[in-house]
């Protein structure tokens, strides 16, 4: 991460694709910060675009392609939907603009690779938010992991049901990818904390939105589900054994947000925002911090790191092995058969991928 060989004089001119929750933190954030300058915003629709900028005193562009040929911009971060990151990245980065692109960094697992070379040929920042791995449950779970031992297994299920189903976009496969590409958090948490996957395998559920039925389907792929359902064991290189629920929409009645980790030593759980450490001794509840002011936190170290070369908390390398597991866990779901990874590329470490991977983890990752 020390191969930076760029630096912004602040202000940091900003250019910002979306108009959306993610767009709208970032815009807030380049708001308190004297060392960036909000340029200019390219939205869904230019009346949404417009409404949007005005509180910012940004310029409204009617496209993104217009945002990114505009010669008063370094840096382009990218908060829209899932299947236009790779295409606004590469665009960005072929303008050379530094580019900030909120996960995934695109749908498909080569074109990612792709934007990776491409911002080095180009020598660009390129970075990808992930902005969990600041929050308060994952911090709570790299600090308290070394107390319970050799870690064995571990558990993540989130859960939301949304009642109807909204009409979004991200109930479109198409516009948000498999469910665990779209929501590669849920995955990254488990490949920051345990490293590399040795084999992946999925079953996912989709109901249509048929009118008055839930009927299931056990197909990959629909124009637009109403609930979707996933399920992914991942085997970890280390030995140890995850289990990824993520599911939101109609048919769900249960909301839940979960993470447990079982170790020789003792067992972590954080349900919600509370958080247990149980040992032999007993139960005894840990500190779990929030989950606001994520986006601020990234937009700042960004800033940091383009104005002081400042290192970053994460590597898009990291994201695009990630990427690469989601994906996996698409085919798995979508054939049937468990999916065995190659060993990531020795170059991932030079990278930072697997900066989590001693943090807690087990013993067998050492033997
Ligand atoms: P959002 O609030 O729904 O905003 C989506 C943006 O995309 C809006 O500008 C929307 O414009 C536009 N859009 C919607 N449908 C579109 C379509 N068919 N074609 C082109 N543009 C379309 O979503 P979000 O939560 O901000 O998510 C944006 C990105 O941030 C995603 O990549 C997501 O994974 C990432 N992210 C979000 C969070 C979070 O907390 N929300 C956290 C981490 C990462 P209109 O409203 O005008 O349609
Ligand atoms: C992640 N939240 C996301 C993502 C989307 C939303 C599309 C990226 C895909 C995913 O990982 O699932 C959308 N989140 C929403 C919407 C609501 C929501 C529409 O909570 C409606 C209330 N995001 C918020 C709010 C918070 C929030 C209000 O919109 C609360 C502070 C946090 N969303 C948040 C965080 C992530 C995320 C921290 C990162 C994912 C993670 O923690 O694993």
């Not at 040795?198 to 389907?217: D, K, M, Y």
Request: net charge neutral; aromatic share 8%; glycine share 8%.
């Amino acid at each position: 991460m020390s191969d930076i060989r760029f630096l912004v004089h602040p202000p940091v001119r900003v250019g910002l694709v979306g108009t959306g929750y993610a767009a709208m933190r970032r815009a807030d954030s380049l708001q308190m910060e004297p060392r960036a300058q909000l340029v200019a915003i390219a939205g869904h629709t230019l009346e949404r675009t417009q409404t949007f900028s005005q509180p910012y005193g940004a310029i409204a562009c009617g496209s993104w392609a217009e945002l990114i040929a505009r010669s008063d911009i370094d840096l382009v971060i990218i908060a829209t939907i899932n299947r236009d990151h790779g295409a606004i990245s590469r665009a960005a980065l072929q303008a050379n603009k530094h580019v900030v692109v909120e996960y995934p960094l695109s749908l498909s697992v080569a074109e990612a690779d792709e934007l990776i070379e491409l911002s080095k040929a180009q020598n660009r920042l390129l970075h990808v938010e992930h902005i969990e791995l600041m929050g308060g449950v994952h911090q709570a779970l790299k600090t308290a992991l070394p107390l319970i031992g050799t870690v064995f297994s571990a558990r993540y299920a989130t859960l939301k049901p949304e009642r109807p189903a909204p009409q979004r976009w991200t109930y479109h496969p198409d516009l948000f990818g498999f469910p665990l590409v779209g929501a590669l958090s849920r995955l990254h948490r488990l490949t920051d904390l345990f490293g590399a996957v040795a084999t992946v395998s999925c079953q996912a559920q989709f109901w249509e939105p048929t009118p008055n039925s839930v009927e299931t389907r056990l197909i990959a792929s629909l124009p637009h589900y109403t609930t979707c359902l996933c399920t992914a064991q991942l085997r970890f290189k280390t030995g140890v054994l995850a289990e990824v629920t993520y599911g939101k929409g109609e048919a769900l009645w249960q909301a839940e947000r979960k993470f447990e980790v079982q170790g020789e030593k003792g067992a972590l759980i954080l349900d919600g925002d509370q958080g247990t450490l149980v040992q032999a001794d007993g139960s005894h509840a840990i500190a779990v911090g929030g989950r606001r002011g994520l986006f601020a936190k990234d937009t700042a170290l960004v800033l940091d790191h383009l104005t002081t070369e400042a290192p970053l908390y994460v590597s898009p390398a990291a994201s695009a092995y990630t990427l690469k597991v989601a994906d996996a866990a698409r085919r798995s779901a979508e054939t049937g058969a468990t999916i065995a990874l190659e060993m990531p590329d020795n170059r991932l470490s030079k990278f930072g991928a697997f900066s989590g991977w001693t943090g807690g983890s087990s013993k067998r990752a050492r033997s």
